[in-house]
C-alpha cells in the first residue's frame, strides 16, 4: 500500500512537472524611464495564462519592499497559440494605469516579448523580458 502511494506521488509531480507551461516562472522586465523594474511571476489561473507583479526595484537593484502595486495582477487571459506564442489576454500597465489587449512571444534564448496593443492591435507597445527563474 505504501508504495502504491508513493507511485503515485511520484507520477503525479512528474505529470504536472510535464504539463508546465514554457512561459510559466519568474520573468524580469525593461528597466522604465526611471531605471526601476518588476519581476513577474506568469504562471497558469485556470485554463489561461497569468502574471503577476512578484517584486519591484529601484534603478540600483535594491527591492522596493512598499511598492503600491506588489501582488497586482498584471497580464491574465492569456492562451497559447503554439511555437511560443501567446494571445488573447489582458495587460495593465503600471506606469499609464491602462489595460491592453496583449501579446507575447517566448523565443529559443528564454526571452518573452510582451506587448499591450490598441486601436484593434495596430497601435502596439512592448518589451522584451528576460527569464529569472
Same mark, same amino acid.
Given at each position: 500500500?505504501?508504495?502504491?502511494?508513493?507511485?503515485?506521488?511520484?507520477?503525479?509531480?512528474?505529470?504536472?512537472? %510535464?504539463?508546465? &507551461?514554457?512561459?510559466? +516562472?519568474?520573468? !524580469?522586465?525593461?528597466?522604465? @524611464?526611471?531605471?526601476?523594474?518588476?519581476?513577474?511571476?506568469?504562471?497558469?489561473?485556470?485554463?489561461?495564462?497569468?502574471?503577476?507583479?512578484?517584486?519591484?526595484?529601484?534603478?540600483?537593484?535594491?527591492?522596493?519592499?512598499?511598492?503600491?502595486?506588489?501582488?497586482?495582477?498584471?497580464?491574465?487571459?492569456?492562451? %497559447?497559440?503554439? &511555437?511560443?506564442?501567446? +494571445?488573447?489576454? !489582458?495587460?495593465?500597465?503600471? @506606469?499609464?494605469?491602462?489595460?491592453?489587449?496583449?501579446?507575447?512571444?517566448?523565443?529559443?534564448?528564454?526571452?518573452?516579448?510582451?506587448?499591450?496593443?490598441?486601436?484593434?492591435?495596430?497601435?502596439?507597445?512592448?518589451?522584451?523580458?528576460?527569464?529569472?527563474?
Amino acid at each position: 500500500m505504501k508504495s502504491t502511494f508513493i507511485a503515485a506521488a511520484a507520477f503525479s509531480v512528474l505529470s504536472t512537472a %510535464a504539463l508546465a &507551461d514554457p512561459v510559466d +516562472g519568474l520573468w !524580469k522586465t525593461e528597466p522604465g @524611464d526611471e531605471g526601476n523594474y518588476l519581476h513577474v511571476s506568469i504562471q497558469p489561473c485556470g485554463s489561461a495564462i497569468c502574471g503577476t507583479i512578484d517584486s519591484a526595484f529601484d534603478a540600483s537593484g535594491n527591492q522596493s519592499l512598499n511598492y503600491e502595486n506588489l501582488g497586482k495582477q498584471m497580464i491574465w487571459d492569456m492562451q %497559447a497559440q503554439g &511555437d511560443g506564442a501567446y +494571445g488573447g489576454g !489582458k495587460i495593465w500597465a503600471p @506606469d499609464r494605469d491602462k489595460t491592453y489587449s496583449s501579446k507575447m512571444q517566448l523565443d529559443s534564448q528564454n526571452k518573452l516579448t510582451v506587448k499591450g496593443c490598441a486601436a484593434g492591435g495596430l497601435i502596439c507597445r512592448g518589451q522584451t523580458w528576460t527569464r529569472v527563474q
